[in-house]
């Protein structure tokens, strides 16, 4: 696992669009997992400006959302259907037929989950997971607890998660109870991994994925063993590690060939 700590979380956005425009680049049909929420924001709109000015290609690029809400349509102002075509898609040149997000309003959610994976194996696997972090260490909507081995299936958010979360709802609405998120296991396939964390709220979750020991009531923690996992933080969220002032060192003495 590679740590990288930026100044802002600006500055660490702007190394991740890097990344993902590098890989884009190399192999124009990659395949990208994609997170919603604050965290990557900063993220997408850096690639909608590589996309205008340094035409970035997206049109044979297949994304693969990470998670949806149960019982929330795509027009939805709250599914992550309506983020990513409002904070991405719509700005960018994605054919619509090759970006995928979970089914809210899927009948059956189990066949569709099933379909789900088999989709992102037919497509060639994820070449790189983009990733955020919630405070109690969740990825995806994989809550603590949840298997280190899990696939897409059907979650129940905790209560933390669902007050985090509420935010992003009108005044008054109900969070819902259940999401379809890409399991722990499916994320740990992408060839490689990038986690964003941004803030001093996520600084204790982000030490226990990074420097805690690896477990189930940490989720993220796992990415420890992935052989090509990069953490971005920025100043806030490196707070609570222990080794901060290694990792600025490491990523100070890099090869230039080795970079971002």
């Known amino acids: ?77 709250a599914s992550y259907h309506h983020f990513m075509w409002q904070f991405l898609f719509s700005h960018i040149n994605i054919n619509p037929s090759r970006a995928h997000l979970p089914d809210g309003l899927a009948s059956d959610i189990p066949s569709f989950c099933g379909r789900y994976e088999q989709a992102i194996t037919e497509a060639g696997g994820l070449d790189l997971q983009i990733l955020g972090i919630g405070a109690d260490g969740h990825i995806g909507f994989n809550e603590p607890a949840s298997s280190l081995a899990s696939r897409t299936r059907i979650k129940t958010l905790t209560e933390r998660t669902r007050s985090d979360n509420a935010h992003f709802f009108a005044p008054g609405e109900m969070v819902p109870q259940h999401v379809i998120t890409m399991g ?46 990069t953490v971005l933080l920025d100043e806030a969220a490196s707070g609570n590690l222990q080794r901060a002032d290694y990792y600025r060192h490491v990523y100070a003495n890099k090869p230039v060939w080795q970079r971002i």
């Open 1 to 77: 696992m590679e740590v990288i700590i930026q100044p802002t979380a600006e500055a660490a956005s702007l190394e991740a669009a890097k990344k993902v425009a590098a890989i884009v680049r190399s192999k124009p049909n990659a395949v990208l997992g994609l997170a919603t929420g604050s965290t990557p924001l900063g993220l997408y709109r850096e690639l909608i400006r590589m996309h205008r000015d340094e035409g970035l290609d997206f049109s044979q690029v297949t994304t693969f959302n990470l998670d949806e809400y149960v019982g929330l349509g795509a027009e939805h102002p």
């Open 184 to 229: 722990v296991g499916t994320i740990m396939e992408a060839r490689e991994v990038l986690l964003l964390g941004f803030s001093s709220r996520k600084a204790e979750a982000l030490a226990a994925a990074i420097e805690g020991p690896v477990t189930q009531m940490v989720p993220a923690s796992v990415l420890q063993f992935h052989p090509k996992a």
